[in-house]
């Protein structure tokens, strides 16, 4: 099995442990490190909209909290036959700790590969000293 694939496997594994009480929609994501570790996270919804995180973001979060800022990629799965792809959001985040990486989506029978800079061309940038 190649790489992607088992990484969406793992995504899809993550969305298990989604809570998603309010909207029903689980989500899994995997953030693989170029030193092989994978960080699991999956939606937590919260009934103040506004604190309801997304799995990309905790699966991100997961690895930088551990000091592992190199992730090379994200697998993202939903419950859903769509291909469900990173909110606005999220995609500023992917774009902070992994701007040369690989999203990887998949609904079920197809995975997708985009680069980074595909899903989102021109991210707000700092730049670092």
């Known amino acids: ?21 309010y909207s029903g929609f689980k989500v899994g994501a995997a953030a693989l490190t170029n030193d ?27 690895a930088v909290s551990e000091a592992k800022k190199n992730i090379v990629k994200i697998a993202i799965a939903s419950d859903t036959e769509d291909f469900t792809y990173p909110c606005g959001i999220c995609r500023q985040v992917i774009n902070e700790f992994m701007p040369e990486g690989e999203i990887i989506l998949g609904n ?10 595909e899903l989102i061309p021109h991210g707000f940038e700092l730049k670092k000293d």
């Open 1 to 21: 099995m190649d790489e992607n694939k088992k990484l969406y496997e793992m995504a899809l594994k993550a969305r298990e442990f989604a809570y998603a009480p």
């Open 36 to 62: 092989g570790i994978v960080f699991l996270g999956s939606n937590i919804e919260n009934s103040s909209y506004g604190a309801t995180v997304c799995a990309e973001r905790v699966a991100i979060f997961k």
């Open 108 to 117: 079920g029978s197809e995975i997708k590969v985009y680069k980074v800079s």
